[in-house]
């Protein structure tokens, strides 16, 4: 009841909910958030699972591929619901993909993908803590070190 | 394989195949011949040796090399995009050998053109020919690339050679001594590659004492420009600087490598000792890369 009051329901959309707390606001910069969609932030909720947690509801909206790689490289313990008319349709534990095309900026000035027309390759090189390799100029990065773009 | 960009794509057994290849070419048993073939040699960073090593390995090979050197030759400065110049040198050449300083242009030029294409170094990143070249040189001084002690000595901060060493030998049951001032230590990220394959190290800051249970020491430049204070190089450099005087209880098989050029890291009285083995070095280069350069145009 108390989370309800909180954070209201939606009718149909997406639910990101157990973000580690403090990490909503970067999930929402890398969301395309522009259209018509009501979103709905809820930050340091108390949860029996890992204490605090951050949540975020958008209505009308489902992600796209990307946007849930990306979700799922700054914050990966979090959890994707579906919702359609008031009920849960789908709830799912995101998914580290082995590889992120197109989706990382590498944070090294001298790497061909910040110098010419060439977009990112990464390789997920540990999934706990997250590290990933440019495939370009090998260097490794912890997620929380990189920028994403969609 | 189709292209040779990192050391990190080469499985063990493609690198004794390779080595083996340049033992072959070496030992004559095999001649492999490039009549007609072109290679050509993108320099957009200056690079003396190897540029002539590449040189020579395809005139050894009867091919022949068409060279830009500098960027200030290219199309680029017109606005042409990097992609379009490989893309057009490639209808000229049968393979491209490129230096770049830019990260990831080798890997870059493998996926624009389809001709193979060498990494000849990429800025900080990989220098693969140079970690074959020293392999073979190892190999060929040991009799083996197992059960080895091996130091490296100097900048290995910022030196892309002994990167690319260190992580050719974490395929193979080696040691490492890395030696070096503590602010030009061994990246961390190579360190932490080393101990997932379980390769083991110790760090030092001197050469002497160090040396005596090594069988390859490889040392590199430690360059004045890397240290912000003047008289904290002047403090160090003197601990850098091999001496004839430091090799007397060395090992019988121990020999000193270097990728050259030298400026004064090695004394030249170790050059007539038996434990020089730099300039030997540099001409296995050129075995190497014949090897490397025969096999991707599939002349073997």
């Known amino acids: 009841m108390e989370k309800q009051i909180k954070v209201n329901a939606i009718k149909n959309g997406t639910v990101i909910d157990h973000i580690a707390a403090g990490k909503a606001l970067r999930v929402i ?28 509801k958008i209505e009308n909206r489902e992600l796209s591929a990307n946007e849930v790689n990306s979700i799922s490289l700054i914050a990966p313990e ?3 619901i579906i919702i359609k008319n008031f009920k849960v349709i789908s709830k799912s534990k995101l998914q580290i993909p082995d590889k992120l095309d197109h989706l990382i900026v590498c944070p090294n000035p001298n ?10 390759k990464f390789k997920v090189v540990k999934k706990s803590p997250i590290v990933v390799r440019c495939l370009y100029c090998e260097k490794k990065y912890a997620a929380d070190d990189v920028k994403v773009h969609i | ?36 073939k072109l290679a050509a040699l993108l320099f957009f960073e200056p690079s003396t040796r190897t540029q002539f090593s590449f040189d020579t390995a395809m005139k050894r090979m009867n091919g022949n090399t068409i060279i830009m050197s500098g960027s200030k030759h ?20 049968d393979i491209i050998i490129i230096r770049s300083p830019i990260e990831g242009s080798a890997r870059f030029a493998a996926e624009v053109v389809d001709i193979p294409v060498v990494n000849a170094g990429d800025g900080s990143n990989q220098h693969p020919t140079q970690a074959l070249l020293d392999l073979y040189s190892i190999k060929k001084t040991q009799g083996t690339l197992e059960n080895l002690k091996i ?8 030196g892309r050679t002994v990167h690319s060493l260190a992580q050719a030998l974490s395929n193979f049951n080696v040691e490492f001594e890395f030696i070096s001032p503590s602010f030009l230590q061994m990246p961390k990220n190579i360190k932490e590659d080393l101990l997932d394959k379980n390769i083991s190290f110790e760090e030092s800051t001197e050469i002497e004492g160090n040396i005596n249970d090594l069988d390859i020491l490889y040392v590199t430049r430690i360059q004045k420009e890397r240290f912000a204070d003047p008289e904290d190089f002047e403090k160090v450099k003197n601990s850098y600087v091999l001496k004839k005087n430091m090799l007397d209880d060395v090992k019988n098989n121990f020999r ?18 038996k434990y020089a083995y730099y300039f030997t070095q540099a001409k296995n280069g050129v075995f190497t890369r014949q090897s490397i350069i025969s096999m991707l145009l599939g002349e073997v």
């Open chain 1, 29 to 56: 910069d890398i969301l395309n958030l522009k259209g018509n969609s009501s979103v709905m932030i809820g930050m340091n909720l108390h949860s029996n699972k890992i204490g605090k947690k951050d949540i975020i």
């Open chain 1, 78 to 80: 979090s959890k994707l």
């Open chain 1, 111 to 120: 790497c061909i993908t910040n110098l010419e027309k060439v977009k990112t």
């Open chain 2, 1 to 36: 394989m189709e292209n040779l960009i990192s050391m990190r794509d080469l499985s063990k057994e493609e690198t004794l195949d390779i080595l083996k290849n340049a033992e072959n070419i070496e030992k004559g048993r095999s001649l492999p011949n490039l009549q007609g």
């Open chain 2, 74 to 93: 290219t199309s680029q400065q017109k606005g042409e995009t990097f992609a379009d110049t490989l893309k057009t040198i490639a209808q000229y050449s």
């Open chain 2, 151 to 158: 130091g490296l000595a100097g900048d290995l901060r910022f």
């Open chain 2, 256 to 273: 000193i490598m270097h990728p050259l050029p030298r400026v004064n890291e090695i004394d030249t009285e170790v050059d007539n000792t």
